[in-house]
């Protein structure tokens, strides 16, 4: 999300934004509005945070002043003190209380003393509602007031529902077309894509990641040249052995960027889409690579740590939906070589980044029982 969105309701963007700026606005401001809030210089309470960040996240967004007071002369900065000192510390832990947390940015100034002005600059929750301790609140001309009417609720929650399943069938979506594309020009490829048994023992699957938010500077990115580059250097590095350097190629049928690649093992195909999704793809060249063995799921690990890297360079940020499918062949102990059926496995409610080390584990369990390896899930959490 471009940083000018965060700051609002400031003409400057949050990241240069001076306490001067911040003054001069309160001083042409009589009363506070839809998209700010400030908290005077009085003790500054966690939920007080809570609840206006929240606020702000379930409406347009917005700036939540700490440190400001009023009074019969206007606005002034006399700052606060915060907890052990550190505004940004304690800010970051209250913040991340609510759930889901919003994407936010701090600022800090130095005010009177060891007193500190801090801006919290929030923008409006992907996945709607955003709660406090199981409270929603929204931002309405200059109040947070608690979300109460149950027509509200319903329309919130109805904004999440819409939100993930957007997210979920572009996930699925995108893994399965760059898993089935007709146009992949390896024949190795093509061959295990295409479930064809002459090719035994050799995994392929797609991987694709869709951000819940997708907003307009994303999309223009992705056509950018520091893109292409960043995405071919992203590519480049994370390949094992010799490696044939490929330029991305435009496509007339659907928009995306794509860069075609092969490594010492197998072939890569990393795309990201203008709709709204970044997707990575693997297959074995060499037969000595089985389902569930570890080297295939390191390349499991970097296909998504490259979708993933595909989307932070274009800005996209927050919550996201996970989508992996998979074919291989195998051979069962004494038996012919087979084609397992394909798998489609969808994560969602993590955040767009490297693989978290549960998520590995899931699928890598569920890649062992396809190849007929014993399983086991984790015993639950006692309950407390």
Partial sequence: MQAETMAQPFDNAL???????????????????????????HEIRPEQVRKAVS???????????????????????????????????????????????????????PADGEALVAVVGVEPVDVPPCMSGGSVFERVSGQTVPVTDPASLRSLFARGAEARDSAVKRAQRSAVAIFHDPEIPH????????????????????FAIAPVAWPDACREAV????????????TVSRMAGPVRRAEPRYEQTRSLVQVLLPDWYGFWTVRVYVDGAAAAAYT????????????????????????????????????????????????????????????????GGLSIGPPTVAALDSIK???????????SDPEPEPET
């Fill in 223 to 234: 056509f950018r040249a520091s893109f292409r580059e960043r995405l071919e250097d992203a």
């Fill in 15 to 41: 990241a240069t934004l001076t306490l001067e700026q911040i003054q001069t606005f309160l001083e042409h401001e009589l009363e506070e509005g839809l998209t700010w809030e400030a908290k005077g210089s």
């Fill in 284 to 347: 074995t060249e060499r037969t000595s690579e089985q389902i569930a063995p570890i080297n295939v799921m390191n390349r499991l690990e970097e296909t998504w740590k490259l979708a993933s890297d595909a989307l932070e360079a274009i800005g996209a940020a927050g919550a996201a939906y996970f989508a992996l499918y998979l074919r291989s062949t195998r051979q069962p102990p004494g038996g012919q070589w087979i084609i397992t059926p394909p798998m489609m496995d969808v994560l």
């Fill in 187 to 206: 024949e190795a490829y093509r061959l295990v894509a295409h479930q064809d048994a002459r090719l035994p023992g050799r995994p392929a699957f797609g």
């Fill in 365 to 375: 369990r569920e890649l062992d029982r396809e190849a007929g390896y014993l399983a």
């Fill in 55 to 109: 606020g702000f996240a379930n409406a347009v967004g917005g700036s939540l002043i700490l440190g400001a007071e009023r009074d019969a002369s206007g606005w002034r900065l006399p700052g606060v003190m915060f907890p052990g000192g550190e505004a940004k510390t304690w800010l970051s832990s209250v913040i991340r209380e609510l759930e889901p947390v919003p994407r936010y940015e701090v600022r800090v100034f």
